[in-house]
């Protein structure tokens, strides 16, 4: 029904940027909060950032200052800016999407994980 397609990944050394990007598409009436996930080798997937429609931002404490979420609604798109990286950022990052659907007089919510795409930071 809806997918979510990340891109912008890869390998960069430590101290250096990436911009992830993932965009919605399918069948959307309209996208509540967006995020973005990560999950490390042997650890369990954790909330990096979140935004909502009207733009207000969450973070990890252990990313604040450093990276950046943003969206443009338009394209039903969210962003990640990360910079300053670490090697503890190496992990696969999701993104997240809270999505209305509606058929006729009827809406339901639901909430979708893209692919994934892998980040690595080297030292």
């Known amino acids: 029904q809806v997918q979510l397609v990340e891109s912008g990944g890869g390998l960069v050394q430590a101290g250096g940027s990436l911009r992830l990007s993932c965009a919605a598409s399918?069948?959307?009436?309209?996208?509540?909060?967006m995020g973005w996930y990560r999950q490390a080798p042997g650890k369990q997937r954790e909330l990096v950032a979140v935004?909502?429609?009207?733009?207000?931002?969450n973070y990890a404490d252990s990313v604040k200052g450093r990276f950046t979420i943003s969206r443009d609604n338009a394209k039903n798109t969210v962003y990640l800016q990360m910079d300053s990286l670490k090697p503890e950022d190496t992990a696969v990052y999701y993104c997240?999407?809270?999505?209305?659907?509606?058929?006729?007089?009827?809406?339901?919510?639901?909430?979708?994980w893209g692919q994934g795409t892998q980040v690595t930071v080297s030292s």
């Open positions: 997240n999407a809270d999505v209305t659907h509606r058929s006729g007089t009827y809406y339901a919510a639901s909430t979708y």
């Open positions: 935004i909502t429609t009207g733009g207000s931002t």
């Open positions: 399918g069948r959307i009436f309209s996208i509540n909060a």
